[in-house]
């Protein structure tokens, strides 16, 4: 396979077949006596970070599939301890809630990779449009209430100060984009900035903070958390406030509804409210609204997503309670 990448030369070793076999076989206790099948590169950003799948067989026949997750600027080693820590503290295969991580199996500085074993199913977004999604609802509201007792510390943090800053980096964007909207995006920013001044902050624990459908796999009874790098500090309401605002943001892109999986969030919301307290509503609330905001600026990125970017402006103004001029 010709790879090329000027910051991550490594590349081309980390997609040659045998140069993965014999790499593997030193490395990894889990391709001892494996012999590379396939590589395949899954996701490539140029210059920033690479996915790789490696799939591996046995001397007795067995198909073992590896995700490999490259970053240009180091190997990523605390996203594969948080992950080991996870895995070997209840979210193992075998934990008897149906909750887990996939399985961290080592890591290879010279091509600046870990590694994790693939789990298989289906993301929570692609059962969206399904019927039975009330279940896996109540099942992700438990998953997310686990990760925030896993009692794991974070090196970073996250606040609503953060939350508010990336809103005030990403919509003035917009702004030069689409001159004719300033003054509406204008409001929004200043109605952002009173809702985070009036939403109440509880000690922060641990937190996925990139909580949405994609980084949830569904196997049958088991439910799968991944793609856990940007685990901090903050509020829980952040997370169970992010998957509604995508759940929300899907709902409008693709039936033409935002309120369409109204069903859907409110058996989100009520298992995870069962699980802490009512005091966490307003805040679910409030983070659901400014995800939907920071989506006004995600909209314009996705040629396949300008069409709806109007779309989620009017949804914000709405859940703002701001009047237009008309």
Request: hydrophobic residues 40%; negative net charge; proline residues 5%.
């Amino acid at each position: 396979m010709d790879f090329s990448d000027g910051k991550m030369p490594f590349l081309a070793d980390a997609v040659d077949r045998v140069r993965v076999e014999e790499c593997f076989e030193g490395c990894l206790d889990i391709a001892k006596n494996c012999r590379v099948q396939n590589v395949r590169v899954i996701r490539h950003k140029l210059g920033r970070r690479c996915l790789i799948e490696y799939e591996l067989i046995d001397d007795a026949g067995e198909v073992i599939t590896l995700i490999g997750k490259v970053r240009s600027k180091g190997t990523d080693f605390y996203s594969y301890e948080l992950q080991k820590s996870l895995w070997e503290s209840g979210f193992a295969d075998d934990s008897s809630d149906g909750i887990s991580v996939p399985e961290p199996v080592g890591v290879i500085p010279e091509w600046q990779m870990w590694l994790q074993r693939k789990v298989e199913g289906v993301t929570a977004t692609q059962m969206l449009s399904q019927t039975n999604g009330i279940l896996p609802a109540k099942l992700i509201a438990e998953a997310a209430y686990k990760l925030h007792q896993a009692n794991i510390l974070p090196r970073r943090s996250h606040r609503m100060s953060d939350e508010l800053r990336i809103l005030h980096e990403r919509i003035p964007l917009v702004m030069e984009e689409y001159p004719e909207w300033q003054a509406r995006l204008e409001r929004i920013l200043t109605a952002s900035d009173d809702l985070g001044a009036n939403t109440p902050e509880p000690k922060p624990c641990g937190i996925h903070r990139d909580f949405y459908p994609d980084q949830v796999i569904i196997n049958n009874s088991r439910l799968y958390l991944i793609d856990l790098d940007l685990y901090c500090a903050g509020n829980p309401a952040v997370d169970i406030g992010n998957f509604i605002a995508h759940l929300q943001e899907y709902s409008l892109r693709n039936f033409g509804d935002s309120q369409l999986l109204q069903e859907y969030e409110n058996a989100l919301t009520t298992r995870f409210i069962q699980l802490t307290d009512n005091e966490f509503l307003p805040a679910i609330k409030a983070y659901t609204t400014l995800t939907l905001v920071r989506h006004i600026y995600i909209s314009t990125q996705f040629p396949e997503r300008r069409p709806f970017t109007e779309a989620l402006l009017n949804l914000c103004e709405q859940q703002l309670n701001i009047t237009r001029n008309l």
